[in-house]
């Protein structure tokens, strides 16, 4: 059974940080590209960032780049988003996903394999 469980999320004020993790289990971790989604009340889920396999590449929305950095630890099976300088545009539930191939999960081209439950994340302005 594959979980991927996020935690780290919760209540910050505007142009503070927040770490982001996402435990994987009963998967072959690095097997999969990982990304994260966020879905803001009333809005779409969005793509947030995504990684490769071994980590050589990322990808990043154009609303977040220069703010977040996705990484991650395969010997851990997990994967981490830093976020800095939050803006209340950035409150959201954020998800974590894997796929097979890190520019499908970019480009929205592939619909992820698996989701985790979400975390929220507030920023007050």
């Known amino acids: 059974q594959v979980q991927l469980i996020e935690s780290g999320g919760g209540l910050v004020q505007a142009g503070g940080s927040l770490n982001l993790t996402c435990a994987a289990s009963?998967?072959?971790?690095?097997?999969?590209?990982a990304a994260w989604f966020r879905q803001a009340p009333g809005k779409a889920r969005e793509f947030v960032a995504a990684?490769?396999?071994?980590?050589?590449?990322?990808y990043e929305s154009d609303s977040v780049k220069g703010r977040f950095t996705i990484s991650r630890d395969n010997a851990k099976n997990t994967v981490y988003l830093r976020m800095s300088d939050l803006k209340s545009d950035d409150t959201a539930v954020y998800y974590c996903?894997?796929?097979?191939?890190?520019?499908?999960?970019?480009?929205?081209?592939?619909?992820?394999?698996?989701w985790g439950q979400g975390t929220q994340v507030t920023v007050s302005s």
């Open positions: 996903a894997t796929g097979k191939i890190a520019s499908e999960l970019w480009m929205g081209t592939r619909t992820p394999d698996y």
């Open positions: 009963g998967l072959i971790f690095d097997n999969y590209a």
């Open positions: 990684i490769s396999r071994g980590a050589v590449i990322t």
